[in-house]
């Protein structure tokens, strides 16, 4: 992450308690490379357990993922992010319009049949997704379901 990029994120993002006087002891990981780590994992697509050694253990990692995901940090930095993206392209926050598409994806075969459908037209059991992006092709929304 460019140095650019880390003061857009930086506002984004929660200050600790322990800095902020509220007591608690001292993170042992900067969030920046916290955050250079989760887009390590979700841009090269390996596991948790495959992260270099330049970063902080996996299980650090994950563990601050999972915990700004259930906070919604996460969905609220893409957001941030994305209005930024849409005010520089002289565009509203807020989309008017959405483009919907959709795909049916296979199920492995240890996934039970009660947690997956079957997609009679394409003659698919699994699950299926959509993917809804604005006019610049922003993602706003990408739900899963079975069919």
């Given at each position: ?116 459908g079957w997609d ?28």
């Amino acid at each position: 992450m460019t140095e650019a990029e880390w003061q857009v994120v930086r506002a984004a993002l929660p200050v600790p308690a322990w800095l902020a006087d509220r007591g608690g002891r001292p993170e042992g990981y900067c969030h920046r490379v916290m955050l250079d780590a989760i887009r390590y994992v979700v841009d090269n697509g390996v596991k948790w357990a495959n992260l270099p050694c330049d970063f902080p253990p996996f299980r650090r990692v994950h563990a601050f993922a999972r915990r700004w995901q259930a906070t919604g940090l996460l969905a609220e930095l893409h957001d941030r992010l994305r209005d930024r993206v849409r005010a520089k392209e002289g565009r509203s926050p807020d989309p008017t319009a959405a483009i919907v598409d959709s795909q049916s994806v296979r199920a492995a075969a240890n996934i039970p049949r009660s947690a997956s459908g079957w997609d009679g037209g394409k003659r698919v059991g699994g699950r299926k997704r959509h993917v809804v992006v604005d006019c610049l092709g922003l993602v706003l929304v990408v739900p899963a379901h079975k069919p």
